[in-house]
T-cell receptor
């Protein structure tokens, strides 16, 4: 089955720790995205990558870092510089080229819930 | 800066009713608009995508319309069922990069369908 997987489902972080959230897709999508969701707020874009080895900051990139070494993978690191990391993190992807492109329709993974202890 | 507003924030209706969810956005220079469904603690499921050149899209009991010039979209749900209970999110493409720069989301409408 094609889809987007995120791991772990739940993650607990101690103060001062860096943690990495995994996102993998086997949809052959070109672009990948990380969003953060807080209660009562809409999703906010953290980082995105349109091609391998390139990525751009979204609206709330401070305290986060990413890499895109493979087309299928887009891990997100939440650093100790992120002062309020407790949130639900969602990864998404979309196809941006080729005859099957659906005008950049985004598909989402199941999410990772991060809690700071 | 693009802002997306969804009205109402919450809605509770009896099973079988037809209903309309509203979405408005401040910058009409969008590439496309997507409606999503989110169940508690889960990821988002794409329901409908409307390209900027289109006026509406339909999928089963769902119909979404887009009036780009006025910055409005509606999601119409026909013959609602308890399984439709979820949060519905509206999102528009960021920037002018052909839609690959990510999405700007509204805060959602929390829908409850009473059996």
């Amino acid at each position: 089955d094609g889809g987007i997987t995120q791991s772990p489902k739940y993650l607990f972080r101690k103060e001062g720790q860096n943690v990495t959230l995994s996102c993998e897709q086997n949809l052959n999508h070109d672009a990948m995205y990380w969003y953060r969701q807080d209660p009562g707020q809409g999703l906010r874009l953290i980082y995105y990558s349109q091609i391998v080895n390139d990525f751009q900051k979204g609206d709330i990139a401070e305290g986060y870092s990413v890499s895109r070494e493979k087309k299928e993978s887009f891990p997100l690191t939440v650093t100790s510089a992120q002062k309020n990391p407790t949130a639900f993190y969602l990864c998404a992807s979309t196809k941006t080229s080729g005859p099957t492109s659906s005008y950049n329709e985004q598909f989402f993974g199941p999410g990772t819930r991060l809690t700071v202890l | 800066k693009q802002e997306v507003t969804q009205i109402p924030a919450a809605l509770s209706v009896p099973e079988g009713e037809n209903l309309v969810l509203n979405c408005s956005f401040t910058d009409s220079a969008i590439y496309n608009l997507q409606w999503f469904r989110q169940d508690p603690g889960k990821g988002l499921t794409s329901l409908l995508l409307i390209q900027s050149s289109q006026r509406e899209q339909t999928s089963g009991r769902l119909n979404a319309s887009l009036d780009k010039s006025s910055g409005r979209s509606t999601l119409y749900i026909a013959a609602s069922q308890p399984g439709d209970s979820a949060t519905y999110l509206c999102a528009v493409t960021r920037g002018s990069g052909g839609g690959a720069d990510g999405l700007t989301f509204g805060k959602g409408t929390h829908l409850i369908i009473q059996p």
